[in-house]
């Protein structure tokens, strides 16, 4: 078989081309897509569903935490460890808990949770922890929160 020549191959592309474009249409006869509107409802959850399970999607609508750290010695070693993994109203919000207690909660935070907080700082952070103005309020007493930093604390709900 002989190879088509350059032109007879450059107009079936030009009559290729011509038949895509008219199957398409013109820009002004395709239909606009709606505008996304900020007060629009979302839209329903959709799901799939194979072999007896069933996914479904959602969406979460997290409040939104403002809070910071107020300054103080080491409020830049906190910020820098402890909110890249949640919000200062975590820790604002505990109750007294004695230095011993705070260091038992950040080396939870470090070995069972993996947070990304250097030794070198832990010390830093209790001492800020410790310093917070709830934390004066009223003397820790009890036993710490996790007697054992080294355990995940048991949230199945049951009472043990």
Known sequence: MKTPSPGIMAAGLIGLTGIILVSIGAPS???????ISETSEPAPPTSVSARGFSLASTSVDLPVDDATYPDGPHADVINANCT?????????????????QWKATVTKMREVYKAPVAEKDVDAIVAYLTAMPSQKAAPA???????DPKVAPDVSGGTG
Not at 29 to 35: D, L, V
Not at 84 to 100: E, G, K, N, R, V
Not at 141 to 147: N, V
């Open 141 to 147: 007493t009890g036993k710490a929160q996790d007697p």
């Open 84 to 100: 890249s993994c949640h919000s200062a109203s975590m820790a604002l919000t505990q109750p007294a808990l004695s230095a011993d």
């Open 29 to 35: 006869s395709r239909k606009a897509p709606a505008p």
